[in-house]
Every structure is written in structure tokens, then in C-alpha cells.
């Protein structure tokens, strides 16, 4: 079974520009979750998708947005990009269907914001 | 407000010792734990978790205990190798209803087992 795949693996940015970061999930799970991980702060969650609907959202403000497709894949988009942004970000998927399932990280999209 | 804390941002052990990583925690409504480990330029993989009604999970060289009342929960792993060595990742989540998914991390540990 293929894992979780992201893309790009890196990315380059300025201030003000905006990107769109692409997630894969294990075939056959439905829920895709995203997270910020920086240095100071650990991973965070910023939103999760199922069925091709934000289930849960994490704190992070309106130019951090997602969305879901019918066959699963997820992207993450950030509009005007600031310097903080630059972060390693995660996608994990899980069947999420019933009771607590573990999730599988892909590699992570490494982004930094010059 | 950190709710998950891991306050040991690196362990040292040698090689066939035990490593124990502690994490505590706030938010009493947290029902699930979870340990990942991650390697540089990897996504994190799951290791081990517990149920917040259980107090110590096994598996293989890795056991998880839970302590509710102190609101702490530790990764014992025994012996130690040094392909362990990597960046541990304390997680929790709070039963929202159905299987809603949200983690909340620690800041993560970083373990370097010495030949």
C-alpha cells in the first residue's frame, strides 16, 4: 500500500505570495489532516478534512485554508505569505471513519518564506 | 497555553539502557495518547498509544504508562538502540464526538541513543 505523499517536497516564497501545497492519502482513507511544525512550536494542527468537509479547524487565521476532493487528495493554500510561515508542513491521513485510528504523516512539504 | 508539555527537548542514553521520555499534560478532556517518533526529513510514525482508561500499553521494547491523577504519561523503551534515536512526539486528543481527528503535540524530544 502507498503511503502519504506531498508536494512539493520544497518551496520557495516571498512575502505576499501565495501557494498551494498538495496532499495524497493511503488509498482508501477518507480523512486528511494538515500541521505546522516549527522549531519553536512543535506540530499544530491547523485543519482536518473528511468526505470532503472541514471537520475540525485548528487556530490559525483565514489565509491558512484547505479543502478536500472526491477522491481524497487535499491541498492546503496560504495567501500572503509571511516570514513565520516558513514551517515544515505535514499531512497525515486515517480512515477516520469509527473510534480512534492512528494517522500516517507523509513527508511534509518544507516551505520557506523569504 | 501549551496543553501537551514535553519539557526534556533532548535525552542522551547508551546503548541497551533505558530511555524514559515524560510528557504532561492539561486538559483533563483528553481521552487517547499517542507517541510518534520522527527522523530527520520524515514524516512522524506512529509508535505506541493508550487509552486514558488504561494505565500501561506494551509493545515489544516500548511500553506507555499513564497517570491520570498526575496528568502524566511516560516512553519507556528497553534496551535502547541507536536506530531509536530521533525526535519523540507526545500527542493527545479529546473526544469530540464520533471520530473527529485532532491532535494536539508536544513539542517533541529529541533522543540520541551512543553505541
Known amino acids: 500500500k502507498a503511503g502519504v505523499t506531498q508536494t512539493p517536497r520544497y518551496l520557495i516564497k516571498t512575502r505576499g505570495q501565495q501557494v498551494t501545497l498538495s496532499c495524497s492519502p493511503i488509498s482508501g482513507h477518507r480523512s486528511v489532516s494538515w500541521y505546522q511544525q516549527t522549531p519553536g512550536q512543535g506540530l499544530q494542527f491547523l485543519f482536518e478534512?473528511?468526505?470532503?468537509?472541514?471537520?475540525n479547524k485548528g487556530n490559525f487565521p483565514g489565509r491558512f485554508s484547505g479543502r478536500q476532493f472526491s477522491n481524497s487528495r487535499s491541498e492546503m493554500n496560504v495567501s500572503t505569505l509571511e516570514l513565520g510561515d516558513s514551517a515544515l508542513y505535514l499531512c497525515a491521513s486515517s480512515s477516520g471513519t469509527s473510534g480512534v485510528s492512528e494517522q500516517f504523516f507523509g513527508p511534509g512539504t518544507r516551505l520557506t518564506v523569504l | 497555553d501549551q496543553q501537551v508539555k514535553q519539557n526534556s527537548p533532548s535525552l542522551s542514553v547508551q546503548e541497551g539502557r533505558i530511555s524514559i521520555l515524560n510528557c504532561d499534560y492539561t486538559n483533563s478532556m483528553f481521552d487517547y495518547f499517542l507517541w510518534y517518533k520522527k527522523y530527520p526529513a520524515e514524516g512522524p510514525t506512529f509508535l505506541i498509544s493508550?487509552?486514558?482508561?488504561?494505565d500501561k500499553n506494551e509493545d515489544g521494547r516500548f511500553t506507555v504508562f499513564l497517570n491520570k491523577s498526575a496528568k502524566h504519561l511516560s516512553l519507556h523503551i528497553v534496551p535502547s538502540q541507536p536506530g531509536d534515536s530521533a525526535v519523540y512526539f507526545c500527542?493527545?486528543?479529546?473526544?469530540?464526538?464520533?471520530?473527529?481527528?485532532?491532535?494536539?503535540f508536544g513539542k517533541g524530544t529529541l533522543l540520541t541513543v551512543n553505541p
Open positions: 478534512y473528511f468526505s470532503e468537509t472541514q471537520r
Open positions: 493508550i487509552s486514558s482508561i488504561k
Open positions: 500527542a493527545a486528543r479529546t473526544d469530540s464526538g464520533g471520530s473527529n481527528y485532532k491532535l494536539t
